[in-house]
């Protein structure tokens, strides 16, 4: 799943920030916390298993929204008040969303930790690994992003000014929801409630499986080996 995470993650940045060298930060931040996050597994006997397997996923997507919002205030910085110095913009970027990033990291690490307190071991072990490498990401982020920033970092940026309306399908998509809710509120809040009682309906059949090879496909090696095994021994 890492791979198509990070293919997702560069193809948004490239699509809504517009500009494809900002792309490269959240890859050196997610790819500094997954090494740093596999480290403290090896260090602590902590083992890979089905759910500690999908952290380096959980990091590029979860870990990268603190890099996406210093991104964001740093173009807006390079266009409204640096005027293309990068270290302006940097000083800019870091005021209007240091601590606010902070706030988010430290919620986020705090809600992946709360498992910690289950007492099943599995889900203990996951709670450890995906608390470090948040705050991991937050200490990578702090430390690479304006170092990159300032290498690298854009000299203009491409985003639409504020009082401007944007264009292109993301202006279609905000012209979209301006209309419904200057003129369809009656209708969204009545569709809304709808889907509510649907979805709301259907979790009432929700069933609870521990069964291990129900993870995998019936066609899947291990699941075909499971069933000779089954009937050889029945």
């Known amino acids: ?45 902590l083992p890979l298993t089905l759910l500690t397997a999908i952290v380096p ?22 266009s409204e008040e640096a005027k293309g110095d990068r270290r302006r913009a940097i000083s800019y970027m870091a005021r209007h ?20 307190l289950n007492e099943i071991p599995l889900i203990r072990d996951f709670a450890y690994a995906t ?11 702090i430390l690479i992003v304006p170092l990159m920033l300032t290498l690298v970092g854009p000299h203009k940026s491409n985003l639409v000014k504020e009082g401007e309306k944007p264009t292109g399908v993301i202006g279609l998509v905000v012209q979209g929801f301006s209309y419904l809710m200057e003129n369809r509120g009656r209708t969204v809040l009545v569709v809304t409630s709808a889907i509510i009682v649907v979805f709301a309906y259907f979790a009432t059949s929700i069933r609870v499986s521990n069964d291990p090879l129900s993870y995998f496909r019936d066609d899947h090696p291990i699941v075909a080996d499971a069933n000779s095994l089954h009937q050889d021994l029945s």
Do not use: C, K, Q
Request: aromatic share 12%; hydrophobic share 55%; glycine share 8%.
């Open 131 to 141: 608390s470090f490498a948040m705050i991991a990401n937050l200490v990578s982020t």
């Open 57 to 78: 996923s959980l990091v590029i997507v979860i870990g990268s929204t603190e890099d996406t919002h210093l991104l964001s205030s740093y173009l807006i910085g390079i």
């Open 1 to 45: 799943l890492s791979p198509i995470s990070t293919l997702i993650l560069i193809l948004s940045i490239i699509f809504f920030l517009r500009t494809g060298a900002a792309a490269l930060i959240p890859i050196a931040t997610s790819a500094i916390s997954i090494l740093w996050t596999f480290g403290f597994m090896g260090h602590t006997d």
């Open 97 to 116: 969303v240091g601590l606010p990033i902070f706030i988010t990291s430290f919620t986020t690490d705090f809600g992946f930790g709360s498992n910690a």
